[in-house]
């Protein structure tokens, strides 16, 4: 079978609110996560495939312009896991063309978008061969093979990955949560910077200290418990519920990091500053603004957008700029999923 086809395609990143942090083979997590799909911080590729019997496998990868061997090799490797579904990836010649909307320097994971945009791409490939409607369950499975996380990354709004007996949900994918209060429609997400350099610890390395944790078991059970008391503070519109989980939950992600059998600690001094002045903030305003934390030093912080916007938004430029570095502040939002052009 002979098959061209080009096209454009970008996934955002996501943030989550229950974390996953552990797993085991296959990428699969140790516990269910729920995270925000976000807007603006997003991947772009640029495809260019051709199929053909007489083709061996061919990739050439390029970030922002420039050829990049170390993303490559995990692209190249990445293909070659999920080639056992999509056989036609050991006869294609592929071209993709990479670049993400967010600074380089941000400190922000980009493994979600791109490996969403990514497994997007693929799946678009396969359905289009197939004759077939995209499937988002597979797309979300096939970036899962990539990053955890990116599975998260498909559709917009809410998303649930990792299985709970009292949920329908599922290790290999993720489903959106659509049941969400209309107090959660418009959630903002604005990044502190305190920190852009590399991460010390990949994500990778840091899911790998959960094996053998001390309070691995505890934590799997903790993380269950929270996603349902998350649910249904926001199915109930309940925003002081849901910001007492998301905060219990960046602490004990960190908590856990510094509890590890080789211990480490991301936070800095000065993302500990913003915690706590965002804590003063809250009590001294009244106003819903809480944090949560990713594998690294920056503080997201989330709120309800709407009639408060321009009071947090002075309250951050005025109180936290000292702490950011870099381009300071990414103000971002919940966002719909990734798309096609
Ligand atoms: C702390 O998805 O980046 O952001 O599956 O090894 O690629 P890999 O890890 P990754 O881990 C994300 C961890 C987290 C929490 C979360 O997003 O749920």
């Known amino acids: 079978m002979k098959f061209n086809h080009r096209f454009q395609v970008s996934a955002p990143s996501n943030i989550a609110f229950v974390k996953y942090w552990g797993k085991f083979h296959g990428q699969l997590p140790c ?6 799909t976000l807007d603006s911080c997003r991947s772009h590729l640029k495809v260019d495939v051709k199929v053909d019997s007489t083709l061996d496998f061919q990739l050439d990868f390029s970030f922002e312009g420039e050829s990049h061997p170390k993303f490559a090799q995990r692209i ?15 006869n294609c010649q592929l071209k993709l063309e990479a670049s993400n909307t967010f600074p380089h320097s941000a400190g922000i994971a980009s493994s979600a978008s791109a490996f969403a945009a990514l497994g997007s791409a693929l799946e678009k490939i396969d359905s289009l061969m197939a004759k077939r409607d995209f499937d988002v369950k597979r797309a979300s499975s096939f970036a ?15 998303n649930i990955w990792g299985k709970l007996d009292s949920l329908i949900s599922s290790d290999e994918y993720a489903s959106p949560f659509a049941n969400a209060h209309r107090n959660f429609n418009s959630v903002a997400d604005v990044v502190c910077i305190v920190d852009s350099g590399a991460k010390l610890i990949s994500s990778t390395d840091g899911h790998a200290s959960m ?16 996603l349902l008391t998350l649910i249904t503070a926001m199915q109930n519109g309940n ?14 992600l960190h908590a856990l ?24 903030f809250r009590t001294e305003t009244g106003i819903d603004i809480y944090f949560t934390i990713d594998a690294g030093p920056n503080i997201h912080i989330i709120y309800p957008k709407g009639e408060n916007d321009e009071v947090i938004e002075q309250f951050i430029e005025s109180e936290l700029t000292k702490y950011c570095v870099g381009p ?9 999923g990734v798309r096609f052009e």
């Open 31 to 36: 516990n269910p996560s729920l995270s925000m």
């Open 211 to 226: 094996e053998g944790h001390p309070f691995a078991e505890a934590r799997y059970q903790q993380a269950k418990n929270n």
């Open 257 to 280: 990091m510094m509890s590890a059998t080789e211990p480490y600690i991301l936070l800095r001094p000065q993302s500990l500053e913003i915690i706590g002045k965002i804590k003063k």
């Open 76 to 90: 190249e490797k990445y293909l070659k896991l999920v080639a056992s579904d999509l056989s036609w990836i050991y």
């Open 144 to 158: 899962r093979v990539g990053s955890g996380s990116a599975a998260r990354s498909i559709v917009g709004a809410y």
């Open 239 to 252: 925003w002081k519920t849901f910001g007492a989980i998301i905060e219990q939950e960046a602490l004990t």
């Open 328 to 336: 300071k502040f990414i103000y971002d939002q919940i966002g719909t």
